[in-house]
Every structure is written in structure tokens, then in C-alpha cells.
């Protein structure tokens, strides 16, 4: 398995009070076992609060301009960024997560109208607001709202975050920010060129390089010019105007 994305909602759901990814697997903690309908085993350690130990070893994480560090109090550059993130998956460790970040960084500009789709943590929100964006974020997870709001206070920024999908946008944005499937972002390919304005930008990540063709075809057929195509490790990146 090459990554937490497909897995970290189910695995969170089912009790788990800790994800960890190593190289070729995801190791998921629970108090004990569960039924799961996903290839693995079950293997019993010590007796210990993993969760605590997954934040423990946390390590800041250099993204473009951005440097993530997680569990601090005090933000003290002004493109730090300091996040808790609980539950709500995005910490800047994730590929997708960083290729986001860094493409934040070259792009956005002050009073630019941003919106983060799926927010999760807010850290992309968060990251283009440090930058002076006017900056949403959008989730189906009621769960995340309140930790991504925490965590803008946490940077003394103020993104807006509401519930819902794309139905609850309110555009025009300049640019839209999306760390999500290839087959949602097939989905929503249309709908992202009718929330943009002329010219507007797509960041889109959350993409493995196998499904990348059947994507770039309905970003084409609604409008888009692909870019910009960065790849690391499985995930692709796309920057689309």
C-alpha cells in the first residue's frame, strides 16, 4: 500500500487512535482487534498511547516557502505554520500534502479569492492566507470544522470554514486548491472551471500517476490548460489554468 489517503476516514471510523506510514505499509492502531474488510494482519505490542507517539515524532516539514511544524504554540516566521491536527488528515508530511504547499507559494498573491476543497486541517487555507489571500475551506466532514478553525487561530490568520462540497461554494475565485481523488476531481472538473475566474488557477493534487490520463482528458474537455505536471513518488500534481 503506497499510502494513508484511501484508508485514513475507514480506519479512523473503525476506532483506530493512531495511522503511521512506513515504507510499503500503513500500520493502524487500535485497543484491540477489529473486523476490518482490508488486507493486513494484527500484531499485539506494548501497551502504549500511540497517538501520543505519532505526534511525538512529528517532524517539522519544509514546503516551498512554508515550514510545518506541528504541536508548537507560537508561530515565530511569518511563514511558519504551526497545525494540530487531530483527526482531520494534512500535516504537510504526505506528498499531495506538500506538492500543495508548494504550489501555494508560488502562486498566490495578497487579496487573491482562494478556496481549499476538503480543507481537513485548513493547513492550505491557512498557508494562503499567510500569504494574503482571501481564503475558504470547504469539507463533508463536520468533525474537521472546529480543529481547521483552531488551527487558524493557531497562526493568527482567519480563513473562513464551512461545511459542504462544491455545492457550497460562493464564487468567483481566483483560485481553487483541491487535494482530492482523480475520479472526484473528474467529477468536479466542470464545476471548477464554473467557480474560476477567466484565467483562474487549479491546484490540483491527491492524484496517482495511474490514473492521471483519464483526468487530464476532462480537465481539457472543460476548459483547462494543464500547466504544470509534477510527480513524487506515486502522486501526481497538476497546476491548470
Known sequence: MSSLDPWVPLLFEAGSTGLEEREG???????????????????????????SVWRRDLKPVQ?????????????KGPFEIILEPGMAFGTGHHETTRLALEAIGRTVRPGMRVLDLGTGSGIL???ASLLGAQAEGLDLDPSVIPQAERNARLNQVAPR????????????Y????????AELHIEFSSMYRAILVPGGIALLTGILSERAGPLEHALEEAGFRIEQRLQEGAWLFLECR
Open 63 to 75: 514546503a516551498g516557502v512554508f515550514t510545518v511544524y506541528p504541536w508548537l504554540q507560537e508561530r
Open 125 to 127: 487555507a491557512i498557508a
Open 174 to 181: 481566483d483560485l481553487l486548491v483541491a487535494n482530492l481523488y
Open 25 to 51: 505499509e500503513v500500520w493502524a492502531y487500535f485497543p484491540s482487534p477489529k473486523d476490518l474488510e482490508l488486507p493486513g494482519w494484527w500484531e499485539e505490542l506494548p501497551d502504549e498511547d500511540w497517538l
Open 161 to 172: 470554514f464551512r461545511l459542504g462540497s462544491l455545492e457550497a461554494a460562493q464564487p468567483p
